[in-house]
């Protein structure tokens, strides 16, 4: 495993990316500043144990998808804060040094649950 840790909360507007333009979210230490803590999934800290690559499984609340591209900055961003961009667009290359992005079936507001786990491996 590259990557455990549990959600134990998301911020007020944090759903707000969730939509058919967007589909992605944020992730973050669940000590993250109260700004970024509103918009953002938050979850235990966790120690990144290997970098995630494309064709890696990651792991959100049950649902399972295939990483396709993860950027520069998200590997730093991870190990350093538990952040990145989780985007479920599907696309074979990253629009953003920040982001993992995922190929599989869209997540949903009602998917996500406090003790979800976030997995990578």
């Known amino acids: ?21 967007a589909n992605f979210i944020i992730i973050f230490n669940e000590d993250a500043p109260p700004e970024l803590a509103e918009i953002s999934f938050l979850h235990t800290k966790s120690e ?30 991870l190990r350093e804060l538990g952040h990145c961009t ?14 993992i992005e995922l190929i599989g079936e869209p997540m949903k507001p009602e998917d996500f649950y406090v003790g979800g786990k976030i997995e990578i491996e």
Not at 4 to 9: A, H, L, V, W, Y
Not at 48 to 77: M, Q
Not at 86 to 99: E, I, L, M
């Open 48 to 77: 990144l144990k290997g970098e995630p690559k494309p064709g890696d499984t990651f792991r959100i609340c049950d649902k399972e998808y295939t990483i396709s591209d993860v950027g520069w900055e998200a590997l730093n961003t």
């Open 1 to 21: 495993m590259k990557y455990q840790s549990t959600i134990t909360g998301w911020g007020e507007f944090a759903m707000d990316f969730l939509n058919p333009t």
């Open 86 to 99: 989780v985007s479920f667009q599907g696309r074979d290359t990253v629009q953003r040094p920040g982001v």
